[in-house]
C-alpha cells in the first residue's frame, strides 16, 4: 500500500502563485508514475500533470501548460506542483495520485490517492 498526503493549498489572488507537496509513504514509489488531478465543484476530476519515475518526462494538461511544473525528490519520496499565474479557473481541490507505469497508465487508472487540498483563487 502506498500513502499520499498532500500539503500547500490555500488562497491565492488571481495571478499568484503556490506550491503543492505530496509525501508518498509506505511502499516504495520509486517505479511508479505520479501526478497531480483536480476536482472543480460540479465538475469532474481531470489530470493536471504527471511525471514518470526518473523524472525524464512529464505531461501536462493543455489548460496548465506553461503555467504549472511538476517535479519530485526520489530521495524524499515527494512530488511537487509548481503553480504560476493562477486563474479563478483553477479553483479545485488538488488530488496528489500515484501508479505503476507510465503518466498514460497514470491518466487513465491511478491506483492511490490523497485526500486532496483546496486551492481557492479569487478574482
Known amino acids: 500500500q502506498v500513502q499520499l498526503v498532500e500539503s500547500g493549498g490555500g488562497l491565492v489572488q488571481a495571478g499568484g502563485s503556490l506550491r503543492l507537496s505530496c509525501a508518498a509513504s509506505?511502499?516504495?514509489?520509486?517505479?511508479?508514475?505520479m501526478g497531480w488531478f483536480r476536482q472543480a465543484p460540479g465538475k469532474e476530476r481531470e489530470f493536471v500533470a504527471g511525471?514518470?519515475?526518473?523524472?525524464?518526462?512529464?505531461q501536462y494538461a493543455e489548460s496548465v501548460k506553461g503555467r504549472f511544473t511538476i517535479s519530485r525528490d526520489g530521495a524524499k519520496n515527494m512530488v511537487y506542483l509548481q503553480m504560476s499565474s493562477l486563474k479563478p479557473e483553477d479553483t479545485a481541490v488538488y488530488y496528489c495520485?500515484?501508479?505503476?507505469?507510465?503518466?498514460?497508465?497514470?491518466?487513465?487508472?491511478?491506483?492511490?490517492w490523497g485526500q486532496g487540498t483546496q486551492v481557492t483563487v479569487s478574482s
Open positions: 509506505g511502499r516504495t514509489v520509486s517505479s511508479y508514475a
Open positions: 495520485a500515484a501508479r505503476p507505469g507510465g503518466v498514460t497508465q497514470l491518466m487513465r487508472a491511478a491506483d492511490y
Open positions: 511525471i514518470i519515475w526518473n523524472s525524464a518526462y512529464a
